[in-house]
């Protein structure tokens, strides 16, 4: 499979603990985004990376979020201190000029 | 602030049924406009990508159009069949380096058999 992976697919935790998740983009593809996506809505931009490079994070992007993509290859999106309000669907997108390729998802689950 | 609205928000119809769902967003400079299908609890399956210099762009029963200077995109559905219901969404891309994309909310397809 070719396409983009993200890892995992669901996770369930509890409050305040941390979570991280995995994506790889298509082997390619120097563009990388995060998006995250409740119920009923359409999906938001969070941090876009450029090869290794993170070059624009979004407002909803708060202190305990952190991305990072080492070599510009996979990347990770960690959330600390995990809250109720971040259960939702993390999806991950790469592109390398046009069109964006979007992976299944994480959805997240804070109980 | 790019901002993009779908109506409607929800939409059933009888199996073979042509259709139509509405994309309009309030910014025109944009670098395309894309097309998604999302079935319930997965990931984005792109439709139909538009490139701002472009009109419009067919995949099978699928036709796209793009109206830039009064910023508005649809999607024409033809013969419509009940594996055609999920969720449509609509992206504008931005011209800027970033190119991040601004969703809508989607409009959810049901057709009945």
């Known amino acids: 499979d070719t396409g983009v992976s993200q890892d995992p697919r669901h996770k369930i935790t509890k409050r305040g603990q941390n979570v991280t998740f995995r994506c790889d983009p298509i082997?390619?593809?120097?563009?990388l985004y995060w998006y995250r996506q409740t119920l009923g809505q359409g999906p938001e931009f969070l941090t876009y990376?450029?090869?290794?490079?993170?070059?624009?994070k979004s407002r909803l992007l708060s202190d305990r979020f952190s991305a990072e993509r080492p070599k510009g290859s996979f990347s990770t999106l960690e959330i600390q201190r995990t809250e109720q309000g971040d259960s939702a669907m993390y999806l991950c997108?790469?592109?390398?000029?046009?069109?964006?390729?979007f992976g299944p998802g994480t959805r997240l689950t804070v109980t | 602030k790019q901002e993009v609205t779908q109506i409607p928000a929800a939409l059933s119809v009888p199996e073979g049924e042509n259709l139509v769902l509405n994309c309009s967003f309030t910014d025109s400079a944009i670098y395309n406009l894309q097309w998604f299908r999302q079935d319930p609890g997965k990931g984005l399956t792109s439709l139909l990508l538009i490139q701002s210099s472009q009109r419009e762009q067919t995949s099978g029963r699928l036709n796209a159009s793009l109206d830039k200077s009064s910023g508005r995109s649809t999607l024409y559905i033809a013969a419509s069949q009940p594996g055609d219901s999920a969720t449509y969404l609509c992206a504008v891309r931005e011209m800027t380096n970033a190119g991040k994309s601004t969703f809508g909310d989607g409009t959810t397809l049901t057709v009945k058999p």
């Open positions: 082997s390619e593809h120097n563009r």
């Open positions: 997108a790469s592109s390398l000029v046009r069109e964006q390729y």
């Open positions: 990376f450029q090869n290794e490079a993170q070059l624009e």
